[in-house]
């Protein structure tokens, strides 16, 4: 076995249980924006769901309420967001897990030094893990280590994207909620583009926290040295 980041290493079920995961969606990259900051932030903890609104653009999304899977809040200083984390997963002694190095790396670009160093301190790629328990498969590996892939190989639900995607949903959802005040002024399809994009981070949060779980419980079925 090669772990080399020794939160993972020691990571057992229980913690699995209690630890908070989370992803970033986005708009993705163009060629007049290359490094887009992220435009929410969805947390999954022992607590429920919470999706934490970053673009003060979509800032009406916090005003749905029927059809959404947990609370939204709007919340545009992404530093404040993680010292948020960071003192809550020092609160209760628990890691934040969170599935490549995406998240990694639009922290490291949008977040003051600090405050990105205080999350590292407390954070890991969970996928790393994942890739490790998916290893230790016999069969039906795949080929690609893409989340869905994972979930497939662990016989969880695959999260289902809003169409037409997840970057082109943010894209429209910023340009029309730009254009008005409320929540009921939006277009029903925006409506329901809007609810599906938060169910769908939810079930990235929500398949990230039982893959984690199946690994961690291979992991501590292995004999210690």
Known sequence: MSLSDPLLRKLSRADAKKAIYIDFEGPGRSPENPAP????????HQDGYEAVILDPSLSILSK?????????RMEPDLNRVLAELVAKAREQGVPILHFSRHEEEMIKAHCDPVVSQSFGMHACNAKL?????????????????????????GGIPCPVPPQPGVAETLRRLARDCSKVRR??????????QARELFHYNRGDCRALYKLTLKASSLLAALPRR
Do not use: H, M
């Open 37 to 44: 900051r992220p435009s929410l932030l969805g947390i999954f």
């Open 64 to 72: 749905g309420k029927v059809g959404f899977p947990g609370p939204r």
């Open 129 to 153: 893990l994942i890739d490790w328990w998916a290893r230790q498969r016999p069969v039906n590996r795949p080929s690609e280590r893409t989340l869905d892939d994972y979930c497939r190989l």
């Open 183 to 192: 929540w009921t002024s939006l277009s029903p399809e925006r409506k329901e």
